[in-house]
């Protein structure tokens, strides 16, 4: 079973829709949860960064933690075509600073 | 502006050849990463440095070598004792105050002929 999982996709929906992107998780000892969006060819970009449980919201996107479900989310409101990319959920304990764990990723294309 | 960059942005490379991908950052930033990208596969960890003259093994580093003998730069030389190297490669760091945000290069598509 691997550390983290994400559907791959490909998710489509149209322009305006709402978004949600999820990742689990199995080991318990994460404490520290990024999302990241990566254009083809192109590297990582970080787009949210949340520690433990909760809320982070960032003009459209919001992240979510639930750690007693071992779940985390990304909702995009009003979705543009300039969202369509793959999604990438990363994930990390407290003690271990140099081991991010990554899922493989979820491809979104919004469509105009 | 700051930021990290790659280069090449593609290589191509004939069997039996060893190659040096550059990765470069200007934020001044202790930690430095290797990762290699697959399709359908998250990021894995090929090697990583906390500090200058210092480097850890990640979860694939058998056929890559690294050094890091200056803060701002962390090569990654793709051996040929690497029996799968075609993919796409990507530097990232991080600083010291704050470790669980990454940053991450453009990126280096290696392909071998």
């Known amino acids: 079973q691997k550390e983290v999982e994400q559907d791959p996709g490909p998710l489509s929906v149209p322009e305006g829709a709402i978004v949600s992107l999820n990742c689990t998780y199995s080991?318990?000892?994460?404490?520290?949860f990024m999302w990241y969006r990566q254009y083809s060819r192109k590297g990582p970009e970080l787009l949210m960064y949340?520690?433990?449980?909760g809320n982070k919201e960032d003009g459209r996107f919001t992240a979510q933690v639930d750690k007693s479900s071992k779940y985390i989310s990304l909702f995009i409101r009003d979705s543009q075509p300039s969202d369509s990319a793959t999604y990438l959920c990363?994930?990390?304990?407290?003690?271990?600073?140099?081991?991010?764990?990554f899922g493989s990723g979820t491809k979104l294309n919004v469509k105009p | 502006d700051g930021g990290i960059t790659q280069s090449p942005k593609y290589l191509f490379r004939k069997e039996g050849q060893n190659v040096t991908l550059s990765c470069e950052q200007n934020l001044n930033h202790d930690a430095m990463y290797w990762y290699r990208q697959d399709p359908g596969q998250g990021l894995r960890l090929i090697y990583y440095?906390?500090?200058?003259?210092?480097?850890q093994k990640g979860d694939i580093a058998e056929g890559y070598s690294v050094s890091r003998e200056k803060k701002e730069s962390f090569p990654l030389t793709v051996t040929s004792a690497q029996k799968n190297p075609t993919a796409f490669y990507l530097c990232a760091s991080s600083s010291t105050s704050s470790y669980n945000e990454q940053f991450f290069g453009p990126g280096t598509r290696l392909t071998v002929l």
């Open positions: 949340t520690y433990s449980s």
């Open positions: 080991n318990s000892a994460f404490q520290y």
């Open positions: 440095s906390q500090i200058v003259n210092d480097f």
């Open positions: 990363a994930m990390k304990g407290r003690d271990n600073f140099n081991k991010f764990y």
